[in-house]
């Protein structure tokens, strides 16, 4: 649905997908990166979606600098690139145990073994 320029500033920006805790708690971004994403996500998310009725100059250099005509120039720009990118990455799990082919070897039980013959 196309709403008009202030209809999107007026919205804070938030990615419960890719940052859950939010953009201040994930370590990606400084504080003053966080601020220009919560401020003008929306709006950049609208402008990519062509869903913007009234964009202005601003607004114009903001989509050829996403097509790649343009180097950004304003923090906020630089900070949805940024945004982009990290969003985009494959995640990152930690695990204590180790995964491979090689430890099925490992833990595997040998029938032959009398508990008998043990003692």
Known sequence: MMQSRDYYLSRR??????????????????????QALEKHGVLFQALMEAKVLDT???????????KGKKQPQTLAQKAWLKYLKC????????????????NDQLYSV??????????
Not at 14 to 19: Q, S
Not at 56 to 66: C, G, P, S, Y
Not at 93 to 102: C, I
Not at 110 to 119: G, N, Q, S, T, Y
Request: aromatic share 16%.
């Open 87 to 102: 969003s985009k990455r494959a995640p990152v799990w930690l695990t204590t145990r180790k995964l491979g082919a090689s």
């Open 13 to 34: 920006f938030f990615d419960d997908k890719h940052y859950p805790y939010g953009f201040s708690r994930s370590g990606d971004f400084t504080l003053s990166e966080v």
């Open 110 to 119: 040998d029938d032959d073994f009398d508990l008998e013959d043990a003692i």
């Open 56 to 66: 202005n100059e601003e607004d114009k250099l903001f989509i050829k600098v996403m």
